[in-house]
Every structure is written in structure tokens, then in C-alpha cells.
């Protein structure tokens, strides 16, 4: 058996020990629903007469290990439907199952012993004694909607982590630790990057510090397109229902929207708040006669934008109503998209190992909510396959079936972080149906007129989203060059004031984000707020640097500091470290540095 077979199997199991287990702890009348396999191990969907917490966790363990230890069968048995709804009389979401299965289902129920029965297609192992040297542990509880629709019941979800050996179990713990202790949900209003507020849910507000490193993200971002010859637009907020009308999101995107009735009932006069920038961009095109000499015309832009989504599925800065797209929308000649996609890759590829990050390619194909024909369509794929198979060679990227946007096929980049985490960052979508829906036109250079492609793109995605997988990747502890404060400057007495500000504004002349504290207070004190706010840098002034014209320096994660750096030498390292964007901090004079 191989090995992911394997875990699906004796997770599977496990899932039923659960239910087996909840069920004697907390009596008959516990209401089951589902318990499937996860990557890391099963969960189980309870409707129970009490609220499980963590300390019921090694309640429900203990239970498990004794049902394990009595060595039962498990069993499967083919039922007819009216069977099967009479094994389950007394289970509301089992029954329900049941009745919406096809009327030539196969349905089939596994015993595990004599006093529990689930409806499950299996497999399963033989005997729980199979699974006596799995390792599992309850990770956590939470409420989940029935069949994931709000409308239905509220759940009890237990998530159990399971695995074949206890070291494995372990690294898998350690790695949670590890995620908890790098969650920029709680390092972010930590560091005083961002808050939320209910008054408007799933819209970050960006604090001082974190619009600091917003800012100089930003800042790169737009020194590398400039590089590559990119136009930045700003464009409205809100427009009519005209607009999205014509470019197919009032058709295929107007639930996930923000809709504002004009002064007509008529829904022609409504307006909608953007949740993408193209027709924006479009209209920026179409101001003005456009010739092949103009393409490719390259267009980007960092507008806010907004995409309403249910409230449960909101998630710090991973999962937001409203934040800012590092978009570009490029009008190409048909014989220009394979170097322009390449053109895009090398910009990605910049960007992402500038963090230290990597990334793959992933092809996403047509909807079944697809706009325009399927002609079209398979050309589209077909550029695209044949991009990806000159970059990677053939069969070496990954193709999602039917997970395209609706007006064209796309490549998503799958970004890796620190933590071996895949997040979905970098899209380029190809799109022969917005240029025809807006009638754009391009002169041709034998004077006829012609249609241009449309290649939509994205490096960071959202941006919020990319500044929480930051947090997380670097630990609240960034490069130097995109560090909200790059530099703290600690005067140990009020007498050496006015050194640290002329150090401070000379820092400032290099555009280094400096922060002095000059209250007349405990220099420990001054020197544990920035050290808890991690800035790279912390300056120690005292009588002997006025004296030298030097710097003590404490550099974040060291114990050591360097004492009597030339100011002169500080400075230069910063220069360095902020020109050449490098990930890791300089701790010595730049000559002795191989960078």
C-alpha cells in the first residue's frame, strides 16, 4: 500500500474511534455527522449537548486509546436505502445524507465492534488493532456550519493530527508552535503594523508603523516596474454598472461586490465598488489612438478595491473585503505574449527572491462559468501550455482543471514560505474577451486594424495579503530595507540629545525611517521598546560616542553590541543594506563585508 493511501486509511479509521469515543463519553443522543481525512490528520462534525474545550482533549484521547485497545473489527456491509435510513433513524445529518444520495447509490455503513455504525464508503483497516501505534492528538475545536452553508446548524468540529509515528506527530507540533508563534494576527496589532475594527469587517487599518512598511514594499515594487517600463494609473473607486456590465463582472462576480443604488430603481443607474482594476485600465487605453508602436502598453496600478465575502471566511490580512492589488494590464500583439509573459516571470522571479522566496507555476483552466467561446478558449490554453512547456519543459508545472477566471485561462504562481507553506500569490491571465468586449483596436502596421490580447497580472496579489505572509515569513523581524523603523536611537541622557538628532536627520538625509526616543527616562526602557518592536538597528549614545563621533550598536537577535562604530561606517552599512535590499543585517563596516 503507498504510503498516502496508507494515511488516508488509518485516518479514516481513527475518524470513526472519534465518533465512538464521543459518543460513550457523552451519550446517545450525540448527533454525527462527518468525520473525513486532512493532510495532517481527520475531523469529525459533532452536534453535542455541551461546549468541548481543551480540557476535555485528553478525556476524548484516553477514550480513544481504550476503543483501540479492545481490538475491533471493523466491518463493511452493503444496506438498501430504507435500511440505511433506519440504522440512522436518529441521526438528523446521517438521514440527510442518505436521502440525497443518487436512487442507484451503493450505500454502505462500517461497524467498528458492536455498538457503532457510520455511513461511510471506507476503506477502513481490519481491526482498530492496526492502528495501536498510530500517533494522534486533538489539535483543536471549532464551529463549523453544516455543509458549509451559514444557514444550516452550527457544528462542533474537533481536528485531530495523526500520524504513523510519534516523531512525526512531534515535528508536526513543532511546526504548529511555530505558526502560532508567527501568526500575524497577533504579531501585527503587536508591532503596530494594523488594526480592525467591527464598524467596517475585513477592512484593515494601516498604523504609522505598518503603513511605514507598506510604503516601502510599495516603494520597491514600483523602482522594478519602472525598470520594465510600466505606466501607473490611479482610476476611480466606484463605477457604474455600465462598466461592469460590459466587461461580464455585473454577470459572473456581482454577488461578490459592493452594490450602491443610484438615484433609479433602475439597476442601469447602480454603481458597484471595484473588486478589480481592468476596466480601468481599459478606459485609460481607449484615451486615445493606439498603434502597434504603442504595444506592448503597459499599465499598473495600486487602487483600493474591495470583494465582499462571508463573514466567516475573513481571516486577518489573508482573507479581507477591501484591499490594494498590485495589478498591471498589458495590451499586446498576439506574436508579443510569449516574451511578455516571459518578461512578467522575470519580474516575479525578482521580487520573490529578493525575500528569499520561491515559487512554481500552476496552469488554470476554463470555468465551467466561462464568458465568450470556446474557440477562443482553446486558444488561449494552448499559448499558454506552450509558454509554460518552453519554461519548465512538458508535464513539469502543475494544471488546475477548471479553476481559470471566467474570461480567460491563467498561470498562478504558488509561492513557498519559511514554513514550507504553498500560498497563492503572483496570476497571470490571458484574455482575448475583454479587448472584444470593449471593442478595443490597435493600427496594425499594414494600416488595418486589429485586435490586441490582454494579459492580466499580479506579483504580490493582494497586497495585504503579502505583507501578512511577511510577518509570518520573517517573524515580525523584516529585512532592514522594508523594516517599518530601520533605526532607533536611544540618548542615554538628555546631555546627548543633540547628537542623536544630528545622527538622526543624517539618517533621514539617506532615507533610512529613523525613531529616537529623547524622554528623559531609563535607557533600559527605551532600549526594550525597540528591541520588542524589532527594529534591526539600536543606537546607545552616550558621553564616549559624543566625544568619537561613534555608535554603540545593538543589533536585533545578538546579545553582543558593536561598540565605537564611526557614525561614518553605520552609515555606510545602512546604505548598503537599504540599496541592495539584502535580507540579512550587516554587523560590521561594510569593507569587511562580502555582502
Known amino acids: 500500500m503507498e504510503r498516502e493511501e496508507f494515511l488516508q486509511v488509518y485516518r479514516h479509521s481513527l475518524a470513526h474511534i472519534l465518533a465512538k469515543a464521543v459518543i460513550e463519553l457523552y451519550g446517545p443522543e450525540t448527533q454525527y455527522a462527518i468525520g473525513p481525512q486532512i493532510d495532517t490528520g481527520f475531523y469529525y462534525d459533532f452536534k453535542l449537548p455541551v461546549s468541548i474545550t481543551e480540557d476535555d482533549f485528553p478525556k476524548i484521547e484516553a477514550k480513544m486509546k481504550e476503543i483501540l485497545k479492545r481490538k475491533e473489527d471493523f466491518t463493511r456491509e452493503e444496506v438498501t436505502r430504507d435500511q440505511a435510513l433506519e440504522i440512522f433513524r436518529d441521526q438528523k445529518y446521517k438521514t440527510e445524507i442518505i436521502k440525497d444520495l443518487p436512487e442507484d447509490a451503493v450505500i454502505t455503513v462500517y461497524k467498528t465492534g458492536d455498538d457503532f455504525t457510520d455511513l461511510c464508503r471506507g476503506p477502513h483497516v481490519d481491526n482498530a488493532k492496526e492502528l495501536m501505534s498510530a500517533a494522534f492528538a486533538i489539535r483543536s475545536t471549532s464551529g463549523a456550519y453544516w455543509r458549509g ?100 463582472h455585473w454577470g459572473h462576480y456581482k454577488e461578490n461586490m459592493f452594490i450602491i443604488p443610484g438615484e433609479k430603481e433602475d439597476e442601469s443607474d447602480y454603481y458597484a465598488a471595484k473588486p478589480m482594476n481592468c476596466p480601468n485600465a ?93 474557440a477562443t478558449w482553446d486558444k488561449a490554453e494552448a499559448e499558454l501550455r506552450e509558454i509554460l512547456d518552453n519554461m519548465y519543459g512538458e508535464g513539469n508545472y502543475d494544471v488546475n482543471e477548471g479553476d481559470g477566471a471566467f474570461y480567460g485561462p491563467k498561470i498562478d504562481l504558488q509561492m513557498k514560505d519559511a514554513l514550507g507553506r504553498e500560498w497563492q500569490m503572483g496570476t497571470i491571465q490571458l484574455d482575448f474577451q475583454l479587448p472584444l468586449n470593449f471593442g478595443l483596436k490597435y493600427a496594425a502596421q499594414d494600416g488595418s486594424e486589429k485586435q490586441p490580447v490582454l494579459i492580466h497580472r499580479a506579483i504580490f496579489g493582494s497586497m495585504e495579503r503579502f505583507i501578512g505572509i511577511l510577518i509570518e515569513n520573517f517573524k515580525g523581524s523584516f529585512p532592514f530595507w522594508v523594516s517599518p523603523y530601520q533605526v532607533g536611537i536611544v540618548p542615554i541622557r538628555t546631555s546627548h540629545n ?89 554587523t560590521g563596516p561594510v569593507g569587511n563585508e562580502n555582502g
Open 498 to 586: 543633540a547628537y542623536a538628532e544630528k545622527i538622526q536627520e543624517e539618517l533621514r538625509s539617506m532615507g533610512i525611517r529613523v525613531e529616537a526616543d529623547y524622554a528623559d527616562k531609563n535607557m533600559n526602557e527605551k532600549i526594550k521598546r525597540f528591541r520588542t518592536l524589532r527594529d534591526p538597528y539600536t543606537l546607545v549614545i552616550g558621553d564616549k560616542e559624543v566625544e568619537n563621533g561613534t555608535v554603540s550598536v545593538t543589533v536585533r537577535g545578538q546579545k553582543e553590541q558593536i561598540h565605537d562604530l564611526p557614525l561614518a561606517d553605520f552609515c555606510a552599512m545602512c546604505r548598503k543594506l537599504q540599496m541592495e535590499h539584502l535580507k540579512d543585517l550587516l
Open 149 to 248: 452553508d451559514e444557514k444550516n446548524d452550527t457544528l462542533q468540529r474537533i481536528y485531530v493530527d495523526a500520524f504513523p509515528s510519534k516523531e512525526e506527530l512531534k515535528e508536526h507540533q513543532r511546526l504548529l508552535r511555530e505558526a502560532k508563534e508567527r501568526d500575524h494576527k497577533k504579531l501585527g496589532p503587536a508591532l503596530e503594523l494594523f488594526m480592525f475594527h467591527e464598524s467596517a469587517p475585513g477592512m484593515p487599518y494601516w498604523l504609522p508603523r505598518g503603513w511605514k512598511l507598506f510604503n516601502a514594499l510599495l516603494d520597491y515594487w514600483r523602482s522594478v516596474h519602472e525598470r520594465h517600463n510600466y505606466l501607473e494609473i490611479a482610476a476611480p473607486v466606484i463605477n457604474n454598472q455600465k462598466l461592469w456590465a460590459t466587461s461580464g
Open 282 to 374: 481599459i478606459m485609460f487605453y481607449k484615451n486615445g489612438l493606439r498603434s502597434y508602436r504603442d504595444l506592448p502598453f503597459r499599465v499598473s496600478q495600486v487602487d483600493v478595491i474591495h470583494r465582499k465575502e462571508k463573514s466567516g471566511e475573513l481571516n486577518g490580512l489573508f482573507r479581507v473585503q477591501m484591499f490594494r492589488q498590485d495589478d498591471a494590464h498589458i495590451l499586446v500583439t498576439e506574436d508579443q505574449i510569449a516574451s511578455e509573459i516571459a518578461d512578467i516571470m522575470s519580474i516575479a522571479d525578482e521580487i520573490y527572491s529578493t525575500f528569499g522566496l520561491t515559487f512554481r507555476a500552476e496552469l488554470s483552466t476554463r470555468p465551467d462559468d466561462f464568458m465568450g467561446d470556446i
